[in-house]
């Protein structure tokens, strides 16, 4: 080898263990770039306390691409007034206190890192930058996540809706939670109240998750509940979900009466605090509804469409959410019930085993 390649070599190791250090210990991230940036995508530890806001950033970027870097430069520091300055620092500063053992960065671990920590040092504090900035851990994250997906033994957690899959990943001791990572339980009734992560994100954070689990034992599958191509909007990265689909599967078997109450429990008791939720809830349920009218056939659809109307004024008469379950019913029965019998004969994966949610968690755990 070269000394060319031996010096890429093991600078290419070097970072590696760095990142994977970052990740397994969630060391706190000062986030540089422009907020635009950061909500395009960003790691689970990190906080954006920006250079330069969105509109600076545009006008540094159009004074680099035309003048080059020294111009970019004093076109920046003339941005950057004293006050300005010392608001930046200010945030900085905060954020460091919290976090003496954090890192900085930018997105490419360049110019705006450097005169961050210039800045920095000049006020008195000495910070270290994540070399390579995002881009480099993200393509870390990528990496790695492609390959644990590609090598890691996968088993998947399948079950009708309402069969507790869900339950049984939150008591999985090697399970990643592909809904809660995405803010969305994944049918077309799943989305919460909290925002789901941008699609950058949600790869980032199921990276780390992964990184986790092979650091705690890499010869141990990890367990994963059945998702379709999409968690609401987010997409489940294809090289997982390719590897999902040649997996073998554990499979959830609920009685209906306790699948109407976990339903119960996840879609209705959880959001009809009070009666003042009600119209929202609604509102929300009737344009699902109908967003599923077409396979649901335009009679199934209104009659479903009634018989929670119907629940509504129930519960506003007699404070009492039982009539939902009748909808709940008719909706497993006649629409997710043959849906997922269809699709997992589709699959034709290996069925290790089968039992009660509680029955599949203990299973996994002593697997």
């Keep these: 080898m070269v000394n060319s390649q031996r010096s890429q070599y093991f600078k290419t190791i070097m970072n590696h263990d760095n990142f994977l250090q970052l990740f ?10 422009a907020p635009v940036e950061f909500e395009q995508g960003h790691f689970p530890t990190s906080e954006n306390a920006p250079l330069l806001n969105n509109e600076q950033r545009e006008k540094v970027g159009l004074r680099y691409k035309e003048q080059g870097q020294d111009a970019a430069i004093e076109l920046g520091w003339e941005l950057a007034s004293d006050e300005i300055q010392q ?13 003496p053992e954090g ?12 005169l961050s920590q210039q800045l920095l040092h000049d006020s008195g504090i000495d910070y270290p930058i994540v070399p390579g900035g995002y881009k480099a851990m993200r393509r870390f994250l990528i990496d790695e996540l492609d390959h644990s997906s590609e090598n890691k033994k996968i088993i998947v957690i399948a079950g009708p809706t309402g069969s507790g ?76 979900k390719a590897s999902m689909q040649k997996s073998s599967t554990v499979a959830i078997e609920e009685p209906i009466e306790q699948r109407i109450e ?9 959001t009809l605090v009070n009666k003042s939720k009600l119209e929202q809830f609604e509102v929300h349920l009737q344009a699902n509804l109908l967003r599923i009218s077409k396979r649901l056939g335009g009679t199934r659809h ?14 506003l008469q007699s404070n009492n959410l039982d009539g939902f379950k009748d ?37 996994c755990n002593e697997y």
């Design 103 to 114: 890192k900085l960065y930018c997105f490419r671990g360049g110019l705006r890192s450097q």
């Design 165 to 240: 899959k869900t339950k049984a990943i939150h008591k999985i001791n090697r399970a990643i939670d592909l809904e809660g990572r995405a803010n969305h339980r994944g049918s077309v009734f799943g989305a919460m109240e909290q925002e789901q992560p941008p699609q950058i994100s949600y790869e980032n954070q199921l990276s780390i998750d992964w990184l986790k689990l092979n650091h705690e034992d890499p010869e141990k599958p990890v367990f994963v509940e059945d998702e379709g191509r999409l968690v609401g909007r987010v997409l489940v990265p294809p090289q997982m």
């Design 302 to 315: 209104k009659e479903l469409a009634a018989v929670f109307q119907e629940a509504g004024v129930y519960y």
């Design 24 to 33: 397994l210990n969630d060391t706190p991230l000062l986030d540089v770039r």
């Design 87 to 99: 608001q930046r620092l200010n945030s900085w500063r905060n954020f460091i206190q919290q976090h």
């Design 262 to 270: 976990w339903v119960m429990d996840d879609y209705v008791r959880s």
């Design 327 to 363: 909808g709940i019913r008719i909706l497993l029965e006649d629409y997710y019930d043959p849906m997922y019998h269809y699709q997992f004969q589709q699959h034709e994966r290996p069925l290790l085993f089968k039992g009660s949610c509680a029955e599949v968690a203990q299973w």
